[in-house]
């Protein structure tokens, strides 16, 4: 059985067409599938149009939040009223092509995890192009996952890879780097891409901040989340370091050229910047595994629902 997980913000225009579009590739594979539609607190008609369609085909199932969650709140939404054993999430904008599903699927039959979309042949502007292509390439880099577009929502998923992934942030677009990690098979194929007929991008040149900052997270967390100590010792060990340099430094200025401590307050001021910054991050760190702590432990949402349509649970 397959689960197409779709998140919508904003989509009134989209909603309807998209519907349309995605049934008859999904009927020609001949398996049962749902279509599952999150409505990610829209403050348009998006609610009435998919409860609509939900109430002709029982296929469809809807989540509606009681408020804007985010992408990666819905993706999780999605994941959780589930019951297919491959997910397929895609955006609900159109842009991504329906009938890629097929092939995303046909190529987890080969053995593989997790198929990821990649695409080539991207219809959108340079200014949303070239940040992307920056952010992948780093992407790769620091996980050892190389994929040339994270940031492609239409992947393929064997549901046992993602059970129990807890997600939050920008984490979504990171399930490829968990599922590598745990020893899953992940590939990517080329899938098309069209340009947005209505409506406009919920993306801004905020969110490369913070996929890079979420980045940040994931790496510490695979190599670190349970020997902090290397971390935050490394670090005490370097301060020590610095400062016992810094001590033989204002000993030698002090006593072989005659210059007082008091009229060398740039080593100090250079330290110091040094230090805010650097704690700065790791303290950001430190909150990530309490937060991480917070919602596995309590098995606490990061999303709250009003209600559902043709869901069983």
Not at 181 to 197: A, N, S, Y
Not at 281 to 298: D, K, N, V
């Amino acid at each position: 059985m397959l689960s197409i997980v779709i998140p919508v913000y904003n989509e009134e225009d989209n909603v309807n067409l998209l519907y349309e579009r995605l049934v008859p590739p999904l009927e020609a594979l001949r398996s049962t599938f749902e279509i599952i539609l999150v409505n990610d607190g829209s403050k348009d008609r998006t609610e009435s149009l998919i409860a609509a369609i939900a109430l002709r085909d029982s296929r469809v199932k809807i989540v509606n939040f009681r408020r804007n969650f985010g992408q990666t709140a819905a993706m999780m939404a999605g994941i959780d009223h589930a019951s297919g054993d491959i997910i397929v999430p895609m955006d609900g904008d159109l842009q991504n092509d329906p009938n890629d599903i097929g092939r995303l699927v046909q190529k987890l039959d080969e053995g593989f995890d997790v198929v990821s979309g990649w695409r080539k042949d991207r219809k959108d502007s340079e200014w949303r192009n070239l940040p992307s292509r920056i952010a992948n390439r780093l992407i790769s880099r620091i996980s050892g996952v190389h994929l040339h577009d994270y940031g492609c929502s239409l992947k393929a998923y064997r549901r046992d890879v993602i059970k129990g992934v807890r997600l939050y942030g920008e984490m979504h677009r990171f399930i490829p780097i968990y599922a590598s990690w745990q020893g899953g098979k992940v590939t990517e194929i080329p899938v098309h891409h069209h340009p947005r007929l209505h409506g406009k991008s919920k993306y801004g040149m905020e969110r490369i901040v913070k996929v890079v900052l979420d980045l940040i997270v994931v790496k510490f967390m695979a190599d670190y989340a349970n020997k902090p100590i290397y971390v935050f010792g490394g670090f005490g060990a370097l301060n020590i370091l610095i400062s016992g340099m810094a001590g033989v430094a204002a000993l030698y200025l002090k006593y072989v050229e005659g210059v007082s401590f008091i009229l060398t307050p740039l080593p100090l001021l250079t330290v110091l910047t040094f230090i805010t910054g650097v704690m700065s991050i790791l303290m950001g760190l430190l909150a990530e595994i309490i937060m991480r702590t917070y919602h596995e432990s309590q098995d606490k949402p990061v999303y709250l629902v009003k209600n559902t349509i043709n869901v069983d649970r």
